[in-house]
Structure formats: C-alpha cells, structure tokens
C-alpha cells in the first residue's frame, strides 16, 4: 500500500512569506502529527491531528498552525517567515495515535528560507 | 515528558550482532518503549516497540529491564544498510515522540 506522502519535497521562500505543506497519510490512518527536523535541535513536535481535532501541539509560535481535513489529510502552514524556520518537515500518520502503535513517518519537506 | 539517555554513537562489524543500548530511568508505568531509525535523507523508520516484555520482529528483537529502566535494541547481524541514526522513544497517552539526539550506528565492512 502506499506511504506517507509529502508535498512539496522541496521549498523556498524569501522572509516575511507565508508556507503551506501537504501530508497524505496511509489509506485508513486517522492520527497526523508533524515533526521540525533541524540539525540544531533534532526533531521536534509540532501538533498531533486526529479526527480533525487537535490533540496535542509542542511549543512552537502561533506563526505554525495546522488542521486536518475529513479525509485525514493534514496540512501545516507557517506564516511570516523567518530564517530559522528553515527545516525538513516531517509528517506521520498511524492509526490512531495511541502508544501501541507504530507510525509511519513520510521523506519530508525540505523547506528553505532566504 | 520522560526522557531516554543514549551513546552518541556505536560502531559494529557487519554481520556481527549490535546492542544499542538506552536508559530510561524515569519511565513511567503507561510508557511504551518505541526505536526508531532514520537513515540519511529520509524520514525516521518504525524499528520495533514494546511494554514490559522482550519483543522480536523481522527487523530487531527488544530487551527490556525487568525495572523497566533500560532497554536494548538488538539487531542479529548488522548490514550497511543498518547504518543509521537510532532513536528510543518513551510513548505514553499524549499523542506525540519526544526524540533525542540518538545513537549513530557505523557499520564496518
């Protein structure tokens, strides 16, 4: 079956734009989260999305904010730009989220501010 | 949001066996225990998880502490293509992995 798939791979953008990114979870996962991958901090969460509900969200700016639609796909979008948001952005789906079981992480993101 | 200790990095021989170890000493009694690897350009990799028990799959067995305050990744005879970063995750009801900076696993043709 198909993975996790991202869209775009690739991104640039100048300072002061606004981004949105795309994640087609696994056919039937209904859990989304996404994930800051720098080579600074790691890999960070960002928000979790089930059922269209925000579940849990990490400790970003308001700038990032995301949502799920009813098909379970998700996107994130990050508004005025800075240069530390330059990143690979990660999303995975699971099932539904829970501790016992496993996620599927997509390729990312690479999204580059200039 | 508890938190895993691990080495830096590791090196193994191929096809030898490889033992990545992880401290978890304030896991609490809702954790799962989760690895995770991420090879170089690509998003992290479902590695095996477990609660209280050992567990085997294709890929990995898991050993944990009967304390529940260690765990080790076992994996039977390395490859190249085990080359990677491995990550240990305590997951419990909130929905989200708590990464740390892994363990970089060389593997020595």
């Known amino acids: 079956k198909a993975g996790v798939t991202q869209t775009p791979r690739y991104l640039i953008k100048t300072r002061g734009q606004q981004v949105t990114l795309s994640c087609s979870p696994i056919s039937g996962h209904r859990s989304v989260s996404w994930y800051q991958q720098t080579p600074g901090q790691g890999l960070q969460f960002l928000f979790e999305y089930f059922s269209e509900t925000q579940r849990n969200k990490g400790n970003f700016p308001g700038r990032f904010s995301g949502r799920q639609f009813s098909n379970s796909r998700s996107e994130m979008n990050v508004s005025t730009l800075e240069l530390g948001d330059s990143a690979l952005y990660l999303c995975?789906?699971?099932?539904?989220?829970?501790?016992?079981?496993?996620?599927?992480f997509g390729q990312g993101t690479r999204l580059t501010v200039v | 949001d508890a938190k895993t200790t691990q080495p830096n990095s590791m090196e193994s021989n191929e096809e030898e066996p490889v033992h990545l170890p992880c401290n978890h000493s304030?896991?609490?009694?809702?954790?799962?225990i989760h690895w995770y690897r991420q090879l170089p350009s690509q998003g992290p990799e479902y590695v095996i998880h477990?609660?209280?028990s050992n567990v085997n799959n294709r890929m990995a067995s898991l050993a944990i502490a009967e304390d529940r305050k260690s765990s080790t990744l076992i994996l039977h005879r390395a490859t190249l293509r085990d080359a990677a970063v491995y990550y240990c995750i305590l997951f419990s009801g909130t929905y989200k992995y708590i990464f740390g900076t892994g363990t970089r696993l060389k593997v020595l043709a």
């Open positions: 995975a789906s699971s099932l539904e989220g829970t501790a016992n079981t496993e996620a599927f």
């Open positions: 304030t896991i609490s009694g809702t954790d799962y």
């Open positions: 477990g609660l209280t």
